[in-house]
């Protein structure tokens, strides 16, 4: 498969009083296109700001990322915000919903920043995406009416909401009860069924989830870069947090 | 509505107490500049037109030669507009019982049609039937008299006579009787002669053609003195009023400069005030920024979103501001119409006027705002999302050790963490502490300026008589007055400093007085007071400095008194509230200028000097006056003279009493504002605290500490900017109102009222919000993201 997504020799670093602390360093990754790629690691180990990298949250300060050929760096900010909207759907550990819009306010407010559905079609796009959910019954509650698995899948639907290629997921079950969490990874499979490019930051066990492939990230350099079989094997073979 | 614009809305409506906060806010700021404009407008159009309706004269010619003057020739003059005799005298009113004041009597030449000095009927007969009078409204304020009052006047050549009051006049051009305590009356022309005995036709009043300034007036005048002296006509007072400018135009330029500084202050208070209270609403946003970013969302999108909401709480605000701002801006013009006695003859506001308001309307939000919004939202993705508040950068320096405890160790850190927050709320508040105690010792300088007066005035009442008296009948006349420690009598005349433009001098009062006399001690602002000497030597007070081309001491003038030039030497400038006055020593006037030794001004010294006692002995003196039917120009004490002076200025200080009150207030709501963020940003680290054991009454004294640290420093740099600025509003106010600077004076009683107003203030500005810091829950504090 040719690389959908590409980084090459990415690091990344953070002064702080204590010194100079290096997140990643000289990280080399290719996704191909309608993966489905775990990212796994210790607490600390580079998980989140590999994911910041890739959606464009924060940038390296070498190395350079390109997604469908598209060199992420060279983008201004407002023009940046745009690409990830169009581009990556988000989804956060903490939903991350706006509590001040009801839950399919939410999914239109992604659809109305970057313009990409047309208006006419937006609402009736909404509500099939939480049909897709399973939580259309809630369509017109605040975030804060909603149970943790329910709000996840609201967080999901929102991140689908511009039919981006590309899905990033940091820690999307870490809040939710196992029964909800294979739900979540159901959803996630499907999603990559249809075609999507499915990147997922996680603590849960890795196999049987249905990855095609499994990045350990350890002090921020990538240890392991297998099929979720393989990572199982290193796995016993240490500590995975 | 726009998704992101309705969840900017949503987030507003959820904190309805802080959008409250910014609508007040808004408020402040919208109506100071609102009343401004308003009353500016219409304060400056309608005193001036007020006035100019009036039609005044440009110069007043006093001659008993007129009657060789043909009026209705002189009038066709092409450089005359109008011109229009005007008989002038004063004489004295009973105003209650026992109580006179100067009378300013004007007789008209003909009330159906005069052109100039024009007055108005307000109620009763216009014109007044032959034999009563008109009095103007002003002066009702400070006596009995109304239409059917039959007035006592004592006028220079005749007993007490009784005349009725058949009007009421408004006369706008004149200074307001209430505030310089003399009443106005208008007579016809032979009313006029049968109470004064003055022949008439001997004031002239003329009004120029094509006359910009004044120096043209002059110009003018000149040519006509010339003319009259050529035609035989010998002028004895020439009179040039300020040009086009009300008699009071000092005391509304101070009001409106006044009201100018508050007016900016309060939106300038405003804006800082929104754009604290904007900062609190983005503090609390700052993840949502950063979620909306990680979407899609442009930096420029967000920050319309939030500028929008700006804006609709400006409408919002509008619509309480902008009636708001016109009632009071009216109400204020209002005030001021009654203090100097004129009409409002702007019921309206132009259309025009509508349009600024509603434009500083809509700009005050956005210019407040947009500066914090932009910060607000130029925070990158990566940063909005990690936040969970105040964080200390890079701090690698040790902290420095206090002998403090832990908790006041961290109420002082806590202050210092924002520092550009902290700044602009001690600055705010530290401005508001300046004014309140300027506005304290302001009036403590105008309270010692009133005890001057009393300690340089030494005397308890002061006679002036229409008519010299020899000295030994005065004596004998007032000897019988109970509670009379001293007489003495001064005598005097009118005179003319010299100098080489015409109009520049006008009589002044001369007193002669014994240059040891114990009855007055005046602070000298240059020179020396009298000594025995046998050159004539002078001392003026400050207000006679206008007549000289330059005052200079120890030189020599030309001092025309009574037709006669005399030369006298300048020895001295003294400090005095009062009307341009030369004193010169009793001695050497007697000798040099008038031998005949007759008394002018008779002063007496209370044995007894309460205020009740010198109220009796004034009405006493008067019955005297009456009784023995001397003609006197007034009779007054210096406590009446003392409440004129106090009177002129208490508005002004009072303007500035609540102009502190305001400042005060908008600074207080900026402190909650601030600890207001400080709580939202610190949500995780109350719940840390209380995790680890502080009680809510300790996380309660936290903040409240903080906030005690900030008002505290407001108050010492408040304190020291106050001084500075005490000094030079004193000057400023002295100049403009009594063309003498006041002296500092530093009021004990009001750095108590300012420490005790300010710490409540502050204490009341961090304890309100506390209470939100100790209702969140230690779950919900740790869980805040």
Redesign the interface.
Known sequence: MSDFIRLNKVSKWFDTAAGRFDALSDINLSIAQGEYVAIVGKSGSGKSTLLNMLTGIDHPNEGSIKINAREIRTLKESQLARWRGVNIGIVFQFFQLIPTLSILENLMLAMDLVDVIPRQERRERAELLLSQVDIIAHASKPPTALSGGQQQRAAIARALANNPPILVADEPTGNLDSRTTEMIQMLFSQLVNSGKTVIVVTHEQVNNAGYDRVVMLSDGCIVNNTGPMETVVSHSQGALL | M???F??AF??L??RPARSVLVIIALIVGMWGIGSIAVSYTVLKNDLSENYLKTSPGHVILVSQSFNKLDLDQFRQRPEIASAEFRDFSIERVEVHKDQWLPFWLFGVEDFDRFQLARFYSEQGQFPPPPGTLLIERNGQLISDLDIGSIVRLQTANKQIQQVPVTGIAFDPAQAPSSMDYWIYGYVDKQTFHNLTGIKNNQRLVVRFNGVYSTQEVRVMTQHLLEDFSAMGIETTKVTLPKFNEHPHQFQLNSLLFLQGGIGMLAFVMGMILVSQVMSAILAQQV??IG???????????VFNSYLVIAAILGLIAMTLSIPLAIISGYGFTQFVAQQLNFEVLTPRLPAQYYFLLFSIGLLLPILASVNVIRRGVMV???DA?SDYGVTIQ???KKLMQLPFSSTTMLAVRNTLRRKRRVMITVATLALGVAIFSTGFNLRQSLVNMLDDIGHSLQYDVRVVLNTPLPESQVFNQFQGVDNVKQIQNWSGAKGIIQTNQVGMSSDTTIVALPYDTNVIDFEMLAGRWLQSSEALEIVVNQSVLESFDEAVIGEHYQLSIQGKLHTVKLVGIAREFALPTIYMDKAQYEQQIDPQGLAKTVLFVANENSAEEVAALKKNIERTVENAAIKVRYVTSHSEWAKILYDHLDIILSLLSFLALLVLIVGALGMASATSINIVERTREIGVLKAIGATPAMVRQLFVNEGMIVIVASILIGLLVALPLSVLLANFFGDLILQVPLNFAFSYPGLLITLITCLLFGWLASRIPAERAINVSVREALAY?
Do not use: C
């Open positions: 726009n998704r992101l309705k969840k949503n987030d409506r959820g993840r949502q979620i909306l970013k990680a979407i899609g969302a442009s930096s420029l999108q990158s993705v990566v999302l890079n701090e690698s993201e």
